[in-house]
């Protein structure tokens, strides 16, 4: 039979006022995937996690997580989720032990349950050496860790990464998507928002982009680029009578005089060595080729409109 989404929302609707933030959104997350949610400053991203995790009641829609429902057993989907916010949890005058500590006694595990759960997570994310020192003398990565580390402690099967790399250099980030993937290993589904639109490319198995309350698009990172147009070969030469060889060549081309370059739509392998072989049989030697490819940024601006002004997290109510 098939395995019951571990996040499942169907006609969801949220307004502040006479504001509608979320407008009608359905999507299903797979278990044991990374779902990504994209989408412009004030898209309704922030307000549709603290929805799902309990901080904030809905207007209308049904809602699952992990198979429970927020709004009439809000103590079960908090028993199942772990959320890691824009912002550090953690700290900073306690140690990194005590942090987790203090998390491991707020899921009343029992003493030497909690102790054990402490140094697993202190190991698992290269915190052992640190432990002893209080968390805010930490660098952003390590804190960072330890802020994942403390969301870790309950065991959750659903974790909400809500703009988890911010701030983080490029080695701390790529650091904290390796810790994303081996949750995911593990079988932890990862609901992740982010304005790095490389960090889903590289980790999601399937993204949503989410504008003005409602999704616009969705699908495999490879899929989104498919509906962006965009896609070409740019060939520059060495001199201006290669350039006019291959645009005589070449009638699909656009030349760019100053910049010595030709470029070609991008119709795949097959075209790039036909492409090839009329520049050489029109003696035009190319001096450097480089093929562009539609990236999430090109979906992301080619799918969200101007800037909404509401998605106001800070306003919470509770189930």
């Keep these: 039979m098939p395995t019951a989404p571990a996040i499942s929302v169907s006609d969801l609707h949220k307004s502040y006022g006479d504001q509608a933030v979320l407008r009608g959104v359905d999507l299903d997350v797979p278990a044991g995937t990374v779902f990504a949610l994209l989408g412009p400053n004030g898209a309704g991203k922030t307000t549709m996690v603290r929805i799902l995790s309990t901080l904030l009641r809905a207007d209308r829609g049904r809602i699952r997580v992990a198979g429970h429902d927020p709004v009439t057993d809000p103590d079960a989907v908090r028993a199942a989720i772990g959320v890691t916010g824009q912002f550090s949890a953690v700290d900073g005058l306690l140690t990194g032990t005590e942090n987790l500590r203090l998390m491991a006694d707020l899921h009343h595990l029992p003493r030497s349950r909690g102790r054990?759960?402490?140094?697993?997570?202190?190991?698992?994310?290269?915190?052992?050496?640190?432990?002893?020192?209080?968390?805010?003398?930490?660098?952003?990565?390590?804190?960072?860790?330890?802020?994942?580390?403390?969301?870790?402690?309950?065991?959750?099967?659903?974790?909400?990464?809500?703009?988890?790399?911010?701030?983080?250099?490029?080695?701390?980030?790529?650091?904290?998507?390796?810790?994303?993937?081996?949750?995911?290993?593990?079988?932890?589904?990862?609901?992740?928002?982010?304005?790095?639109?490389?960090?889903a490319d590289e980790l999601a198995d399937d993204v949503a982009v989410l504008d003005h309350g409602r999704l616009v698009a969705r699908g495999s990172p490879a899929h989104l680029r498919t509906l962006v147009p965009g896609g070409h070969v740019r060939v520059r030469f060495a001199d201006h009578a290669d350039l006019v060889a291959a645009a005589a060549a070449v009638p699909a081309g656009v030349p760019d005089h100053d910049a010595l370059t030709l470029q070609v739509p991008d119709d795949g392998v097959p075209a790039l060595r036909a492409l090839l072989e009329r520049l050489d049989a029109a003696g035009a030697t190319p001096d450097e080729l480089t093929v562009h490819t539609p990236d999430l940024d090109d979906v992301f601006l080619a799918l969200t409109g101007p800037t909404p002004t509401t998605d106001r997290p800070n306003e919470v109510s509770t189930p």
């Design 116 to 199: 054990a759960r402490v140094s697993e997570l202190l190991d698992r994310f290269g915190l052992v050496d640190a432990a002893g020192k209080p968390a805010g003398s930490y660098s952003g990565g390590m804190r960072r860790r330890l802020d994942l580390a403390m969301t870790l402690v309950g065991t959750p099967e659903v974790i909400f990464l809500d703009e988890p790399s911010a701030g983080l250099d490029p080695r701390s980030r790529r650091d904290l998507w390796q810790d994303v993937r081996d949750l995911v290993d593990g079988g932890v589904t990862v609901l992740l928002t982010t304005q790095y639109l490389e960090e």
